[in-house]
């Protein structure tokens, strides 16, 4: 395990420089918002990261029409400006003409993350793919270096493989995917991330994503070459062919030539990959990077994880938008049936109380149903006792596949891992579970280092804005043995797992770097590491005393040798009579430790 | 009046003693031995030194160690002090034997040849020796008889007395004649048990300050006074205080103490000259003069003799509060408690060398004269 910097220090430090990202922790758990803030963000002015013109991509012309000048600059001009003027520069901005201008948004910020952002996606799609046909994943990572800051990024998996006809909208069109209008655990859920990969290689490089997937052993694998039109959202197919002899049997493959820079250490491909393969004891993974030799993690099980359920919406977590459209697409003839059938924990008698505290008639045609009359019962919904989510859809990683995976790969004398039942945040069901492994070869007097992963990806970024740190920093280690000073994480030869699955994963930005910190997800990451912390408090006083009774040890063995000679100089004892009497005395004395 | 003794039967008695301190060290030493053969934790039991275990025995004349005991088991956090003990007692047998002596500091660094169960600081040595001081004291031996000897140095002596000191390895007996010394003073040895007396003298006066001993000492007020004149310089060294006792009881002379008429030189000096003192208890009895008595300086005095004064102290008020309240000593003769109730009342002290107020000499041709043809209102 890597743990040269205190990265929790370090972390902190960084969500204080990067206020855009907090500022936005409100937005966060509310899937339509999130479809929403990024519209809205997308009218203000760009200021934080101005793309550069990308040489080579086939969108660079539109990239410098921007469609909102900075405001300082329009003040200064002082002509006034009328709504016709106004109105002939409005016009749509696709989400990929938003993405250029704003890449920090997803992860892009700089050559280093970008490569590691890269890998990320394609990687947490490879396990998502596996996982859900239940395929125990093989997933190799190869990162090639073609030119001091180009390289290109190879995922390839032995998942179900993506159909022909899929595949250049899933790697040439962003916010298209298969996981954003389902409630269930995986890790992928927006729908943009492999497809902003592509898009940034193709900013950078002007090479396009290159894929080769093959749905079967006797199908045959397809080979695209897909670009992004960035101005309309849409892929560019520049190759397509179809391959008889693919080298594997079944799976997809993707490579992704970028500008990139390659270093070790934190927040590094490597640890990305080792803590992936922590978090994913099930997968074994192969990675090859420029200048070392592979490295294979081999399961640690061969067990695949239950398959995620997919479950409806609860009404707690619903935004009023989200209703309105869930009742619009509908086709129930009456608005109580519609809400049986499109949230979980509804039954037609809640459907009538809710009708019912809305007054707005549940015999009513959901699709027709006014704004008014919606927002009514969006209202209504808070007041009306629902039963909690089901959690059943939840698959953790389990307390003792954590301890199992930890012990393989962390050298430590102590190990204990915990499990929470599942819990509800705004109605979507989450769980928290706890890993820790204390002493043996870890550092002894740094801050514990604290893994974050959520639906079993690692989170590498924005520590200090993450509810993860803050159940950790909320925590008093102390009375579990632990040196703590006020408002920071513990300090000792530590490492802790912590991880949170839950069918909608609150992050505070898209590029899914922290959880936002709901009480609840706070208060029941603080449960786990107090369970985990209770038992870490009991190994250390065990041991504690286990070397004060070595050290009586010494005594006993120290001391008695001189109370042999006191007694034979002054009982003028023979040496043999000394030496029974010592013997005698250490029996006495080393069955009484125990009593 | 005593009269010299002869050498070879002190010499036999000594030796009769030195049999005793070996045979108690050896049964102590045997018992903890018999303890281990039977399986069983050793344990030893010394007397609490603490005032509180301590009893004043009016019969008897001076405090006596009550009947609380602390018992050291040897279990794995008491070995060391337990080897440390017997090291210590095997150190004392050894003295003994080759008729030596060891100061506490002398203790100390013998000790530094016992590998790990060296002492770390002399005051671990001290209370060690302290405590296997205690433990022998209940079988009536000093911790001279043990060969342990204090560091500190004794009082001097001057006046109408002849101390002989033999020397058993020679047989030679020194005279030493105490109106010898001019100026000077004979100094008590810090071991004084093999010491005998010759003398014509009517009584001992024990003086609380080297300045007053003095002035007496150059006017030569034992001839005058036919006595013999002992400096305690403040609380009398145990040598000083077994010196006086031996006097005392060889050769049947009432002691007079003189000090300060404060709390502390009543309840410090002149109490631990009489009965001894609460942590020492356990010595009390070779170690006190039960027939010591009070001649001044009295509260009384002040008074009588218009004495110049200070104001009494916070410290001295609560020294003598505390006297008044918790020392057996004062508590069992109301004719103190009144004096000290009455020196409270005053809220005064006087020094002994007050007096020089009404002439240098004036201590030695009116004040003690006068005291003296009074003894039957000293202080008990
Ligand atoms: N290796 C793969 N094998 C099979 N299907 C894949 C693979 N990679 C991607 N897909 C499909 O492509 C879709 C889009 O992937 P993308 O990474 O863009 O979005 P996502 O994973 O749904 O959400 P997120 O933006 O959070 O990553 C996925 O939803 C999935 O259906
Ligand atoms: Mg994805």
Known sequence: ?595 | MAKRKDVAQAKKSKQALDRRTVTAIVGAAGRVHDRILEGQKPSMSFPLRTLSNVRYDKDRGYFEIGRSKKSRTMTVSTVRTFAQTLRMMSLSKELVETDDFATKRDAYYQSKNWADAAFAEQTESDTVMDDIEALFSVEGISREQLRFVPDEHGGAVAGRLVVFDPDYASGEVHRIDCTQFGSGAYSIPSLVEHLSFETDAKFVLAIETGGMFQRLQSHRFWEKANCILVSMAGVPTRATRRFIRKLSDECGLPVFAFVDCDPYGISNIYRTLKVGSGNAAHISRFFCVPNARYLGVTPQDIVDYKLPTHPLKEVDVKRAKDALKNDPFFKAFPVWAKAIEQLLKMGVRAEQQALAKWGLNYVLDEYLPRKLAQPQQFLP
């Open chain 1, 1 to 595: 395990m890597s743990k040269s910097s205190p990265g929790p220090r370090a972390g902190s430090a960084r969500s204080k420089s990067a206020p855009t990202t907090a500022r936005r922790t409100r937005a966060a758990g509310r899937p339509e918002h999130e479809q929403a803030s990024l519209f809205e963000l997308a009218a203000a002015p760009a200021s934080a990261a101005a793309p550069r013109p990308p040489a080579a991509a086939p969108a660079a012309p539109e990239a410098a029409d921007a469609p909102a000048r900075p405001a300082g600059r329009a003040r200064a001009a002082r002509r006034p400006v009328g709504a016709q003027e106004m109105a002939a520069r409005q016009r749509d901005i696709s989400v990929s003409e938003f993405f250029t201008k704003n890449r920090h948004l997803l992860g892009f910020d700089n050559p280093r993350k970008a490569l590691l952002t890269t890998v990320k996606e394609a990687v947490d799609n490879a396990l998502d793919a596996c996982e859900e046909a239940g395929i125990v994943p093989e997933v190799e990572v190869a990162i090639e270096q073609l030119a001091e800051d180009r390289f290109v990024a190879k995922v390839r998996d032995n998942g179900p493989g993506i159909v022909r006809e899929q595949i250049p909208k899933v790697f040439g069109k962003l916010l298209y995917g298969s996981k954003f209008h389902r409630y269930r655990q995986s890790r992928g859920q927006q729908g943009i991330g492999i497809s902003a990969a592509g898009m940034y290689g193709l900013l950078t490089t002007g090479r396009p994503v290159v894929v080769v997937s093959k749905t079967g052993p006797r199908k045959a694998a397809h080979h695209y070459e897909i670009a992004i039109d960035t101005r309309a959202n849409k892929p560019e197919i520049l190759h397509d062919a179809t391959i008889e002899d693919a080298a594997i049997p079944q799976g997809t493959e993707v490579a992704i030539t970028l500008e990139g820079q390659f270093q070790r250490g934190r927040r590094s491909v490597d640890e990305y990959m080792e803590l992936t393969a922590l978090a994913n004891p099930h997968g074994t993974f192969r990675y090859r990077s420029p200048g070392s030799e592979p490295v294979v993690w081999d399961r640690v099980t061969s067990e695949l994880p239950p398959e995620a359920r997919e479950i409806k919406p609860h009404p707690h977590g619903v935004e009023l938008g989200t209703l309105l459209k869930i009742l619009r697409d509908s086709d129930n003839r009456h608005l109580a049936e519609a809400l049986v059938a499109n949230f979980s924990r509804v039954s037609p008698q809640v459907a009538a109380e809710i009708c019912a505290k809305a007054k707005v008639s549940p015999k009513a045609s959901p699709r027709t149903l006014d704004t008014r009359a919606v927002e009514l019962l969006y209202r209504a919904i808070p007041h009306v006792k629902i039963l909690a989510p089901p959690t059943n859809c939840l698959v953790p990683i389990g307390a003792e596949l954590i301890e199992r995976a930890l012990r393989q790969r962390i050298k430590a004398d102590f190990f204990a891992a915990c499990t929470r039942p599942p819990a509800v945040y705004r109605g979507n069901p989450f769980l928290v579970e706890v890993g820790l492994a204390y002493g043996g070869g870890l550092p002894a007097d740094e801050l514990v280092d604290v893994l974050r992963f959520a639906n079993r990806v690692p989170l590498l970024y924005q520590a200090g804005a993450c509810a993860v740190t803050k159940g950790v920093v909320g925590t008093n280690w102390r009375s579990y043995g632990l040196p703590q000073s006020r408002g920071a994480p513990p300090s000792g030869p530590a490492i802790l797992f912590i991880h949170i699955a839950s069918v909608w994963v609150p992050f505070t930005s898209e590029s899914k770097e922290a959880v936002a910190s709901y009480p609840e997800i706070v208060k029941e990451i603080r449960l786990a590491l107090m369970d985990v912390g209770r038992r870490l408090g009991g190994f250390l006083r065990r041991r504690a005393r286990a070397a004060a009774e070595e050290k009586k040890l010494g005594y006993i063995t120290k001391y008695i040798p001189q109370i042999g000679i006191a007694l034979q100089d002054i009982l003028a004892l023979k040496d043999a009579q000394r030496d029974v009497a010592v013997a005698k005395l250490k029996d006495i004395l080393e069955r009484s430790r125990t009593v």
